[in-house]
């Protein structure tokens, strides 16, 4: 079973910065969609930010500009860079590992909280 394991969540105050990490074993961070999601309290999942094996990106609207999703070079671990952090933006985020052109729901890690406060 692949285990996708995430860290970095924590408090920080509106307009701060948090760095999430999400570090996989290399075949499947090399080869696979690698993403970013959240779900806050009542409301459902949704995608924040993903990257291609071939490092294109895309992110929702509500994050451009402010949010930023990275590999790094061992290609062990996915980083979501988020800056001018806004009290919308708390949530559970979790870590997603999906095959190319795969409809299915992938491998998820087991999420990490985020809290803004204002």
């Known amino acids: 079973q692949v285990q996708l394991v995430e860290s970095g969540g924590g408090l920080v105050q509106a307009g701060g910065s948090l760095r999430l990490s999400c570090a996989a074993p290399r075949i499947i961070v090399s080869t696979n969609v690698m993403a970013w999601y959240r779900q806050a309290p009542g409301k459902q999942r949704e995608l924040v930010a993903q990257i291609s094996s071939g490092a294109v990106t895309n992110y929702a609207d509500s994050v451009k500009g402010r949010f930023t999703i990275t590999r790094d070079n061992a290609k062990t671990t996915v980083y979501l860079q988020m800056n001018g952090l806004k009290p919308e933006d708390t949530a559970v985020y979790y870590c997603?590992?999906?095959?190319?052109?795969?409809?299915?729901?992938?491998?998820w890690g087991q999420g990490t909280q985020v809290t803004v406060s204002s």
């Open positions: 997603n590992a999906r095959p190319p052109l795969s409809s299915g729901p992938g491998v």
